[in-house]
């Protein structure tokens, strides 16, 4: 069953890894397709425009698409480390309990208060490990996309390169903002790097 986890836990972060890869790349063909637009629109070749436009968004679908289905990956995988630290510190607990039973046969209380503080400072650990672990999964989710038009997209590159085409301008998106649930992330990441310190 460790075994199982551990590999299953690998598989699910190299894929993850391989989905992000792929991404990146699709970002880029991305990119050069709307290089290809804006050099085809100073031309004045509006119709072959179109054809890089459509290229470029199924290029910027494709890569959405890959990150939500990486997310999807990697909250699995968040949930199956969950799993296999469970494992370790059931592991531990269990030595704990142990250690007990011997202290409370003595009934030493310097033994017996090590054990508890001992078992204090795991169960924090699971705490700060879990919680860490269940923000990170509800948030692996990946966010709706905007629905970008081929007009919209050629009238961006045309005002970008300075040319006139008689269509609407697209409205700018807004810049993400770092949320709350992200610096409690990060708060939680700092205190689990400190435990294990």
Same mark, same amino acid.
């Given at each position: %069953?460790?075994?199982?986890?551990?590999?299953?836990?690998?598989?699910?972060?190299?894929?993850?890894? &391989?989905? #992000?890869? @792929?991404?990146?790349?699709?970002?880029?063909?991305?990119?050069? *397709?709307?290089?290809? $637009?804006?050099?085809?629109? @100073? @031309?004045?070749?509006?119709?072959?425009?179109?054809?890089?436009?459509?290229?470029?968004?199924?290029?910027?679908?494709?890569?959405? #698409?890959? $990150?939500?289905?990486? =997310?999807?990956?990697?909250?699995?995988? =968040?949930?199956?480390?969950?799993?296999?630290? %469970?494992?370790? !510190?059931?592991?531990? %607990?269990?030595? !704990?309990?142990?250690?007990?039973?011997?202290?409370?046969? =003595? %009934?030493?209380?310097?033994?017996? =208060?090590?054990?508890?503080?001992?078992? *204090?400072? @795991?169960? *924090?650990?699971?705490? !700060?490990?879990?919680?860490?672990?269940?923000?990170?999964?509800?948030?692996?989710?990946?966010?709706?996309?905007?629905?970008?038009?081929?007009?919209?997209?050629? #009238?961006? !590159?045309?005002?970008?390169?300075?040319? +006139?085409?008689? &269509? *609407?301008?697209?409205?700018?998106?807004?810049?993400?903002?770092?949320?709350?649930? +992200? &610096?409690?992330?990060?708060?939680?990441?700092?205190? $689990?790097?400190? $435990?294990?310190?």
């Amino acid at each position: %069953m460790a075994a199982n986890l551990d590999k299953a836990l690998f598989n699910l972060k190299f894929t993850a890894k &391989q989905l #992000n890869r @792929q991404a990146a790349k699709a970002g880029k063909d991305e990119q050069a *397709e709307k290089n290809k $637009l804006k050099k085809a629109i @100073q @031309q004045g070749h509006g119709d072959i425009g179109k054809v890089y436009a459509e290229n470029a968004i199924r290029k910027s679908n494709e890569r959405l #698409n890959l $990150l939500r289905l990486a =997310s999807r990956i990697d909250a699995v995988s =968040s949930r199956v480390q969950t799993a296999v630290t %469970m494992r370790q !510190v059931t592991g531990s %607990m269990r030595n !704990v309990v142990v250690g007990m039973d011997k202290a409370m046969a =003595s %009934m030493e209380p310097e033994k017996i =208060s090590a054990v508890m503080d001992k078992f *204090e400072t @795991q169960f *924090e650990d699971l705490d !700060v490990a879990t919680g860490y672990y269940e923000n990170a999964t509800s948030s692996a989710t990946a966010t709706g996309t905007p629905q970008d038009q081929v007009d919209s997209l050629v #009238n961006q !590159v045309a005002d970008e390169t300075g040319v +006139e085409l008689n &269509q *609407e301008m697209a409205a700018a998106t807004p810049a993400s903002k770092i949320g709350e649930q +992200e &610096q409690r992330e990060e708060e939680l990441g700092e205190r $689990l790097r400190k $435990l294990r310190a």
